[in-house]
């Protein structure tokens, strides 16, 4: 049975997810991937939640929340580090992991959940897509994005 269950991103599972995540982004982003290991606080109730996919207690993914900045539709939080390792994609627990990050945003009264990506992850802009995000304007400067997304939860 899949479970998502919040895991602090300095735990040992956590922090093995991640470096496969930012090891196969710096692959697809050769020379210019510039990953950043996130500090504990930034995904910690109620300013955000980091989750592991296991499935029978076998990690398979990872994926978080965090608030930032309100934006124009009010508050807002961001989807960071999606991921699930290759043997676990296309069973649908990418969609149950952004779903149930969605969510956890709308029990902190969030307006809004926005996301940024690369072009050449096109499978993930199609989980995006399907889950009803659009594409807006870029609402931070990350050099390693090119496209950015939002969803209205109000």
């Not at 710096?26 to 996130?38: D, K, L, N, S």
């Not at 930034?42 to 993914?61: I, T």
Request: hydrophobic share 40%; proline share 8%; aromatic share 10%.
């Amino acid at each position: 049975m899949v479970e998502m269950r919040p895991t602090p991103v300095d735990d040992p599972v956590a922090r093995e997810l991640l470096e496969e995540y930012f090891a196969e982004r710096a692959m697809t982003f050769p020379g210019q991937y510039r990953p950043a290991f996130p500090e504990r606080g930034v995904f910690q109730p109620p300013a955000g939640v980091f989750l592991v996919v296991a499935d029978e207690g076998e990690a398979l993914g990872c994926g978080g929340i965090r608030r930032i900045a309100d934006g124009p539709l009010g508050a807002r939080y961001e989807v960071k580090h999606l991921y699930l390792r290759p043997a676990a994609r296309g069973n649908g627990w990418g969609r149950m992991l952004l779903d149930e990050l969605e969510r956890r945003a709308r029990i902190w009264d969030a307006d809004e959940l926005v996301l940024d990506t690369h072009d050449t992850l096109e499978a993930a802009g199609g989980l995006y897509t399907a889950a009803g995000f659009t594409e807006v304007e870029p609402y931070n400067d990350n050099p390693n994005a090119t496209r950015w997304y939002g969803r209205l939860l109000r």
